[in-house]
């Protein structure tokens, strides 16, 4: 393989630490990519399940969680680019379940102490996650809130299988009688907007959002791994998905190969998370970024819109409160999060990208030529970034010559 571009010692180095991982056990496999310009280097390490010889392979099949956004937010922009929806708009014509809202007077109200939402939701609001609901970053029943949505199944509630979600419209309705955490544009909140973005792809497309994608986006870069379950002749190339247990102090696993909630079609294709791929279908799509949506001669993306896309949207206020999330060197573009300060190595101004609750990241550095994408399937225990996301983008950075 040739990784001209990249140290050769320092690339050793990343197969050391990342293989010190799996032999302490703190997951069974992974799979790691670095690009550096026309540079590729992968490592494949561990297996796909602890306790068994099956080797983790370069085209073992991820469920790779919330890195499914960026997806979903290029979906959308393809259907702005064809004027069938802008970034204006309201939302309610295609989505009426969610037309006049009621927003809380505060996040501890009870749930009839609210007051009209000031506006409409519009596309943009979805794609910058300002729609005014989202994650409840607090412990479970601290507001009357989140009762209702754990009990409604919203998500952004914690983890979620695919088949524990209701179908979209019946998902829709219930999201549509909760009242909104904030007004429309006022803050950034985690999760739901994802969710109402696919949904609301699906509406103006008048196709499911899997065959959209597939059509516009996986088919043209040929990311033939990529879609919202996993079919039976593939089955074989799913690892087994853990969880870190608190009460009894080890790795459980959260969903096996045997009875996995991603071997059916789910009941509502989750554009906050519901996606599965493989290293090489993701890195397909980082790469068109890169390339200001180019992929060979095909244009899946203006370049004025990945621009758009992978640059600041967000004011300092409507950053607020998710510090767990940004820190303070990065923000939020459209449907993904964009580096705005250099805190750590690998902390690039301009850079995008974001992390997966079931153990994936991906980030693009258009000013180093670079794309790093990390896939395990062991979840994360908190929204700050595990140990081995940190050493992995660490390392990646360090092998750059």
């Given at each position: 393989m040739?990784?001209?571009?990249?140290s050769?010692?320092?690339?050793e180095?990343?197969?050391?630490?990342?293989?010190?991982?799996?032999?302490?056990?703190?997951?069974?496999?992974?799979?790691?990519?670095?690009?550096?310009?026309?540079?590729?280097?992968?490592?494949?390490?561990?297996?796909?399940?602890?306790?068994?010889?099956?080797?983790?392979?370069?085209?073992?099949?991820?469920?790779i969680?919330?890195?499914?956004?960026?997806?979903?937010?290029?979906?959308?922009?393809?259907?702005v680019?064809?004027?069938?929806?802008?970034?204006?708009?309201?939302?309610?014509?295609?989505?009426?379940?969610?037309?006049?809202?009621?927003?809380?007077?505060?996040?501890?109200?009870?749930?009839?102490?609210t007051v009209?939402?000031l506006?409409?939701?519009?596309?943009?609001?979805?794609?910058?996650?300002?729609?005014?609901?989202?994650?409840?970053?607090?412990?479970?029943?601290?507001?009357?809130?989140?009762?209702?949505?754990?009990?409604?199944?919203?998500?952004?509630?914690?983890?979620?299988?695919?088949?524990?979600?209701?179908?979209?419209?019946?998902?829709?309705?219930?999201?549509?009688?909760?009242?909104?955490?904030?007004?429309?544009?006022?803050?950034?909140?985690?999760?739901?907007?994802?969710?109402?973005?696919?949904?609301?792809?699906?509406?103006?497309?008048?196709q499911?959002?899997?065959?959209?994608?597939?059509?516009?986006?996986?088919?043209?870069?040929?990311?033939?791994?990529?879609?919202?379950?996993?079919?039976?002749?593939?089955?074989?190339?799913?690892?087994?998905?853990?969880?870190?247990?608190?009460?009894?102090?080890?790795?459980?696993?959260?969903?096996?190969?045997?009875?996995?909630?991603?071997?059916s079609?789910?009941?509502?294709?989750?554009g906050?998370?519901?996606?599965?791929?493989?290293?090489?279908?993701y890195?397909?799509?980082?790469r068109?970024?890169?390339?200001?949506?180019?992929?060979?001669r095909k244009?899946?993306?203006?370049?004025?819109?990945?621009?758009?896309?992978?640059?600041?949207?967000?004011?300092?206020?409507?950053?607020?409160?998710?510090?767990i999330?940004?820190g303070?060197?990065?923000?939020?573009?459209?449907g993904?999060?964009?580096?705005?300060?250099?805190?750590?190595?690998?902390h690039?101004?301009g850079?995008?990208g974001?992390?997966?609750?079931?153990?994936?990241?991906?980030?693009t550095?258009?000013?180093?030529?670079?794309?790093?994408?990390?896939?395990?399937?062991?979840?994360?225990?908190?929204?700050?970034?595990?140990?081995?996301?940190?050493d992995?983008?660490t390392?990646?950075?360090?092998?750059?010559?």
């Amino acid at each position: 393989m040739n990784t001209t571009g990249l140290s050769k010692s320092r690339l050793e180095r990343m197969h050391h630490v990342l293989s010190g991982y799996i032999e302490r056990k703190e997951m069974p496999g992974l799979v790691a990519l670095v690009s550096h310009h026309d540079d590729v280097y992968v490592e494949v390490l561990g297996t796909l399940t602890f306790g068994d010889p099956a080797p983790m392979k370069r085209d073992t099949i991820f469920r790779i969680a919330s890195i499914t956004k960026p997806i979903t937010a290029v979906a959308a922009m393809i259907l702005v680019e064809e004027c069938k929806i802008r970034l204006d708009d309201s939302i309610e014509p295609w989505l009426p379940e969610l037309a006049n809202r009621r927003v809380l007077k505060s996040i501890s109200s009870d749930l009839d102490d609210t007051v009209p939402a000031l506006r409409a939701i519009t596309l943009r609001d979805l794609l910058t996650y300002r729609m005014g609901f989202g994650s409840v970053m607090a412990m479970p029943d601290t507001y009357p809130i989140q009762k209702l949505i754990r009990e409604y199944r919203i998500g952004g509630d914690g983890p979620m299988l695919p088949s524990q979600a209701p179908g979209m419209d019946e998902w829709l309705q219930k999201l549509g009688s909760l009242p909104w955490l904030a007004q429309p544009g006022e803050r950034w909140m985690y999760q739901v907007s994802g969710d109402v973005l696919g949904a609301l792809i699906a509406r103006v497309s008048g196709q499911s959002l899997g065959t959209f994608m597939r059509e516009r986006i996986f088919d043209p870069l040929g990311m033939k791994d990529t879609a919202f379950h996993v079919p039976p002749e593939k089955i074989d190339r799913l690892p087994a998905f853990y969880f870190f247990n608190r009460q009894t102090n080890k790795l459980d696993v959260f969903d096996n190969v045997a009875n996995s909630a991603w071997r059916s079609e789910p009941p509502s294709e989750s554009g906050g998370g519901g996606l599965v791929s493989t290293i090489d279908d993701y890195f397909a799509f980082s790469r068109m970024m890169l390339k200001k949506g180019r992929h060979g001669r095909k244009q899946i993306l203006s370049r004025a819109t990945v621009e758009l896309m992978t640059s600041d949207q967000l004011t300092p206020k409507q950053r607020t409160g998710s510090e767990i999330f940004f820190g303070t060197h990065s923000s939020w573009g459209l449907g993904m999060a964009v580096d705005i300060r250099r805190n750590e190595i690998f902390h690039t101004p301009g850079r995008f990208g974001w992390t997966g609750g079931f153990g994936t990241t991906a980030y693009t550095d258009p000013a180093e030529g670079m794309v790093g994408i990390l896939f395990t399937q062991r979840m994360m225990d908190s929204p700050e970034p595990p140990k081995v996301f940190t050493d992995f983008w660490t390392l990646a950075y360090g092998a750059m010559e």
